[in-house]
């Protein structure tokens, strides 16, 4: 797999995404604006499909909740009341803006994945969630280059 290709699967991990790509890229000596790109391709490709894929998410794990993979829903139900806690303060009270510092902001159990979790359960549209979700992601991005960037040159 090429370095492009390793990137670009990163990015769409959850809670690694674009930021951490980025530094791992950087960190292992990759082109810059190969990783730039191939982060920034994974971020603009979970802003745009994770809010219309939520819904269908929902549906399949309350199906599941009876079935084998009852311990697959119930860690997804888990998960949806920790973000539902953590990210209510931003959505609630600010709406874009609150989701785009949520998004931007480079740790554990913030991000894109999550963002866009938070904008689903608290009803935002998706004219507004998508771009907050890409603004927030590309500046969760840049927050993160610029130490590593730093670091990379101290080396």
């Known amino acids: 797999m090429n370095e492009f290709s390793y990137i670009f ?3 769409l991990l959850p809670t690694f995404e674009g930021r951490y790509a980025i530094v791992y890229g950087i ?3 990759y082109s810059l604006w190969g990783t730039l790109l191939a982060a920034s391709l994974g971020v603009l490709l979970l802003s745009l499909t994770l809010p219309v894929l939520l819904p269908f ?6 199906k599941l909740e009876g079935t084998f993979l009852g311990k697959v829903a119930e860690m997804y139900l888990k998960y949806v009341q920790r973000v539902r806690k953590k990210a209510r303060p931003y959505v609630e009270k600010w709406g874009f803006y ?10 554990p159990g913030t991000g894109v994945w999550t963002g866009s979790l938070a904008a689903y359960i608290f009803g935002m549209e998706n004219r507004k969630t998508i771009p907050a979700l890409i ?3 590309l500046l969760s991005m840049v927050i993160t280059l610029i ?3 730093g670091f990379r040159f101290l080396i």
């Open 98 to 107: 609150g989701l785009v510092i949520f998004v931007a902001v480079p740790l």
């Open 57 to 62: 998410i929902d549906i399949i794990m309350l």
């Open 135 to 137: 603004l927030g992601g």
């Open 9 to 11: 699967l990163l990015s």
């Open 147 to 149: 130490p590593s960037l």
């Open 27 to 29: 960190g292992r000596g």
